[in-house]
């Protein structure tokens, strides 16, 4: 036995030195220690299912970087089978059991966790184990619906970044913006009426978004953009008809969105009001009503990509004679970095 222990401590500390050659890893508060983790043990659930969602786990656990995973297939080459056994049967409660059996992880930090059935409810549910001083370092839980595959995706996941946070690393689940960054291109598109005399426009967008975050959830912004493209009047129009000519908008709108916070995919809704100056035919102003929708994309914790579209409102004043009503749409691409 204590062979196999000394050959599993020069395995875990010689282990893929090319690997830590190629890329140095980012400072972490683990200082160099690795990070052994077990397969969700399935509780009443199919084996597929805890096996699926494992593979989430892991993704989570190294979702931001900073840490060096040691998976099952890695332990089963530190530790011989029946200390395998014997680890796979010790209860979460019980750190001290973990100790007992992994001691060829000396210095090291073991995860694991289940997947339990409860009723019509799955529960999540892992640990993470100072090997060394055999004491809990922290642990996590969350349960979703039985029939609710994204849910539990969800619950696996925020398990993944309680544990990360327990570690001392960077995780969703401690990082809370405070401001963000967002720049927009796109094209917009608007149809007057009225003393307009049937007006098109057709524009292309470049727009910059100040955000405030009062929770991670709700944030109020500050658009500023301008607008450059043709406008026409359409056949029929009561002026000189298919007259073409170029236009120029500056908007600028304050309001509030509501964000439904997911870890990759954000979607959120928004309503704001704001001025715009406009070039036209003339000089004129509007008042803007803006109904805003769209996606984040976050594959970082602070750098992430929107997609973003908007119901324009405007009801023009100071346009000479003309007092007309603009409706109009406007969509964007765009990259945004949270502090």
Not at 99 to 125: E, P, Y
């Amino acid at each position: 036995m204590k062979t196999a222990i000394l050959l599993g401590v020069a395995v875990l500390c010689c282990a893929n030195p090319s690997e830590a050659e190629e890329a140095a890893p980012a400072p972490s508060p683990l200082q160099g220690r690795k990070v052994a983790v077990l397969d969700l043990q399935p509780q009443g659930v199919p084996e597929g299912t805890a096996s699926t969602l494992t593979g989430v786990f892991l993704s989570g656990l190294a979702e931001g970087g900073q840490i060096e995973l040691v998976g099952k297939s890695d332990l089963a080459r530190i530790l011989n089978l029946e200390e395998m056994q014997a680890l796979l049967g010790c209860p979460p409660e019980d750190p001290r059991c973990v100790a007992d059996h992994a001691r060829a992880l000396t210095g090291g930090v073991l995860v694991w966790g289940s997947v339990g059935r409860v009723g019509d409810r799955v529960v999540v549910s892992a640990a993470a184990v100072d090997v060394e001083r055999a004491a809990t370092i922290g642990r996590a839980s969350r349960s979703a619906g039985l029939d609710k595959g994204e849910d539990q995706i969800q619950a696996v996941l925020d398990v993944a970044a309680e544990i990360r946070a327990t570690l001392g690393l960077s995780s969703r689940a401690t990082f809370s913006p405070i401001m963000a960054a967002l720049v927009l291109a796109g094209v917009s598109a608007s149809d007057y009426s009225e003393g307009a005399g049937d007006l098109e426009s057709f524009n292309f967008m470049l727009q910059a978004e100040l955000n405030v975050f009062l929770r991670d959830w709700l944030l109020l912004f500050l658009q500023v953009g301008t607008r450059l493209g043709f406008n026409g009047r359409t056949e029929g129009s009561q002026t000189e008809e298919g007259k073409a000519f170029e236009a120029w908008f500056l908007p600028v709108t304050v309001g509030a969105k509501v964000r439904f916070v997911r870890p990759w995919l954000t979607p959120f809704l928004g309503l704001g009001v704001g001025v715009s100056l406009l070039q036209l035919e003339e000089l004129a102003g509007a008042f803007n009503v803006n109904l805003v929708a769209g996606l984040e994309l976050n594959p970082w914790q602070r750098f992430g990509f929107v997609i973003q579209g908007a119901m324009v409102f405007s009801q023009f004043f100071a346009a000479g004679n003309q007092d007309f009503l603009q409706l109009g749409g406007e969509i964007g691409l765009g990259a945004v970095y949270r502090f």
